[in-house]
Nanobody, 116 residues
Framework: QVQLVESGGGLVQPGGSLRLSCAAS????????MGWDRQAPGKERELVAG???????NYADSVKGRFTISRDNAKNTVYLQMNSLKPEDTAIYYC??????????WGQGTQVTVSS
């Protein structure tokens, strides 16, 4: 089983930057596909970015060129660098870990608010 703890959320002005971190407990972090989703009030949860165990990245069209996902297997941590933030990026951001033999795990979420 994997436990995920997100950090790094907060209030930022439009155009600003934040870096989210997700620390994973348990073993075998390197074999999990990792990702970030978000959910805004009144909206469905959506994929933001993912990174496979081999390091392949994918992004939602709405964040391409602004967000970067990365992972540090030595630290059991996945990051989401968010630049050029917009008010529509305001949401709760959730880290998740996936492996086919065990399914998907979720963190508790971290709030990101983009407002002037």
């Amino acid at each position: 089983q994997v436990q995920l703890v997100e950090s790094g959320g907060g209030l930022v002005q439009p155009g600003g930057s934040l870096r989210l971190s997700c620390a994973a407990s348990g073993s075998s972090f390197s074999i999990y596909d990792m990702g970030w989703d978000r959910q805004a009030p009144g909206k469905e949860r959506e994929l933001v970015a993912g990174i496979s165990k081999r390091g392949r990245e994918n992004y939602a069209d709405s964040v391409k060129g602004r967000f970067t996902i990365s992972r540090d297997n030595a630290k059991n941590t996945v990051y989401l660098q968010m630049n050029s933030l917009k008010p529509e990026d305001t949401a709760i951001y959730y880290c998740n870990a996936y492996i086919s033999s065990h399914g998907r795990y979720w963190g508790q979420g971290t709030q990101v608010t983009v407002s002037s």
